[in-house]
């Protein structure tokens, strides 16, 4: 029997979110973030206004970024170009285990730093 492994699901990372769509917004996802998966911890590159992983400290060229102040709502290929992409980025509580980090938050301390910026634009994580 062949093994598969399942991904991560669009949305399965929301407790819960305000009514309606006032927690989501459209963004743009800047090329070369390669494929995010759900759950991504986001930050907004200043000079662009566009989304990228969050890294733990700044990055050349991608100042801004270093606050995660949204959540990837759905799984996005931003390899070649740049991507349309749905975020929470307000008034939801997610599911700590299911958040997805990028390379650089390698620790508890630096995992919870992020939630605790996103705490600040009003995404809880439990």
Excluded: C
């Amino acid at each position: 029997m062949d093994m598969k492994i399942e991904q991560a699901r669009n949305l399965a990372f929301i407790l819960t979110e305000a009514n309606g769509l006032r927690s989501r917004e459209t963004v743009t996802i800047a090329s070369g973030e390669g494929v995010l998966e759900p759950g991504t911890l986001l930050g907004e590159v200043t000079a662009t206004e566009k989304y990228v992983a969050s890294p733990n400290g700044v990055t050349v060229g991608k100042e801004g970024a270093e606050t995660a102040s949204a959540v990837l709502a759905y799984r996005v290929d931003a390899t070649s170009a740049d991507s349309p992409a749905v975020i929470v980025s307000n008034d939801a509580e997610v599911k700590t285990p299911m958040l997805v980090y990028h390379a650089s938050v390698d620790d508890e301390a630096k995992k919870t730093a992020k939630q605790t910026q996103l705490r600040s634009v009003g995404i809880k994580s439990r």
